[in-house]
């Protein structure tokens, strides 16, 4: 059995979780040894990763104009958005990753040792915005540790719709250091183009690589809602215009919330909110008679198991727009009338099987699992002809 690594985010979100799991599944299938790999700092490399941090801040605030007041906006959005969800989701969710996930901490040195040695096959980086470009760009989800001719990207997303001038010489630094790249979204692809002079294309998410009976069978142990709902899922707060299709929906039926109880909320009547397990996230997507999100993976979901729903543009603390990922998506899956609607269309917003996003969805999984086969196909065999086995391409 083959081993590889595999660097992604996998902690308090449950589409980042999911999309690990995914993948990490996937690969097992294939009959890969799949190693969810973690940083393990030590007290000198905390105090070191300080002060560089520190001198960083005071370069850049002093060469890039607004960069402190962009930092200062990020780092309180970060804060706010990591208390949002509530203790007992994160439990669950802290539960679910140390149940299913096959993760290990190293620390840099370490992981340097075993990029160089041939215990690890090939490392994998992505899915999700571990590329996020306009925060810091972080040398481990671009694989450094390892060479080039290891290194896998797999539908990574920046995050972003330009680079800003303060990460870009390193971005394309990191981002030369591998032989092809797979993006989540399409506007990263011409973005990333225009940096570095290597093929990139298009997949999509890695939650797509397990089919829709698979994903039931995921949750099939969890307990089912009895009564009739729909089911909110905003990450931020929703806006106007999401409140008032959702008190639409909402007559006759019972309103869940789940992990994320936002203020607005509060002007919703027969509301109810629920801690739940990622298990229980894909359950209680399947099973709504309407869902509301502003999340990406919720979304995807949505789609892949047919849901009806409506995603509206998402409230980020922040302030940097990151709608072009929900935008893409749903025009990839000809479905561009589910976001964003007004109240009054929401009776139009029914899911059909026999529409063009059931083939977009076979169209899009097979591409992603061909792409998987052939790098992981390409790193295997050239270590194997460097090592003199005799194998067949």
């Not at 940083?39 to 005071?58: G, P, S």
């Not at 969800?85 to 290990?104: A, C, M, R, T």
């Not at 509301?271 to 979304?299: G, K, M």
Request: proline share 2%.
């Amino acid at each position: 059995m083959e081993k590889i690594g595999l660097v992604t985010f996998y902690q308090n979100n449950y589409g980042s979780v999911l999309q690990c799991y995914a993948t990490e599944r996937y690969l097992k299938g294939l009959g890969v040894d799949c190693e969810l790999l973690s940083i393990r700092y030590q007290k000198t490399d905390l105090l070191l990763r300080k002060f560089e941090r520190l001198v960083r801040l005071a370069y850049n605030s002093i060469r890039y104009r607004g960069y402190y007041s962009n930092w200062a906006k990020q780092r309180r959005a970060a804060v706010c958005e990591s208390h949002i969800i509530s203790i007992e989701s994160k439990i669950k969710i802290d539960n679910f990753v140390s149940e299913y996930l096959n993760k290990k901490g190293y620390t840099w040195r370490q992981l340097c040792d075993i990029g160089k040695n041939d215990s690890f096959k090939a490392f994998i980086s992505g899915s999700d915005q571990v590329w996020n470009v306009s925060r810091e760009v972080i040398p481990l989800y671009f694989l450094r540790f390892a060479p080039k001719n290891k290194r896998i990207a797999l539908a990574v997303s920046i995050g972003a719709s330009i680079i800003p001038e303060y990460n870009r010489r390193k971005f394309i630094s990191y981002a030369s250091g591998f032989e092809r790249i797979s993006v989540r979204e399409e506007t990263a692809v011409k973005i990333i183009k225009d940096c570095v002079n290597i093929p990139v294309h298009r997949d999509a998410d890695p939650v797509i690589l397990l089919e829709e009976k698979e994903w039931r069978n995921f949750y099939k142990e969890t307990k089912k809602y009895e009564r009739k709902y729909i089911l909110l899922h905003f990450l931020n707060q929703p806006s106007v215009s999401a409140i008032n299709v959702i008190k639409q929906l909402a007559k006759n039926v019972d309103v869940l919330c789940i992990a994320y109880f936002q203020s607005e909320f509060e002007k919703l009547e027969n509301i109810r909110f629920v801690d739940v397990s990622p298990q229980e996230y894909v359950s209680f997507i399947d099973n709504a008679e309407f869902v509301c999100t502003d999340s990406f993976h919720t979304t995807m979901f949505s789609i892949m198991l047919h849901s009806n729903f409506a995603t509206f543009s998402r409230e980020y603390l922040h302030n940097e727009s990151q709608e072009s990922r929900v935008a893409d998506l749903l025009d990839r899956y000809h479905l561009k009338e589910h976001f964003n609607p007004e109240s009054g269309a929401i009776e139009k917003l029914k899911m059909d099987r026999n529409t063009d996003y059931m083939e977009t969805i076979r169209s899009e999984r097979n591409h992603l699992k061909k792409y998987i086969a052939e790098e992981i196909n390409q790193k295997v065999y050239m270590l194997l002809e460097r090592e003199g086995s005799v194998v067949e391409r």
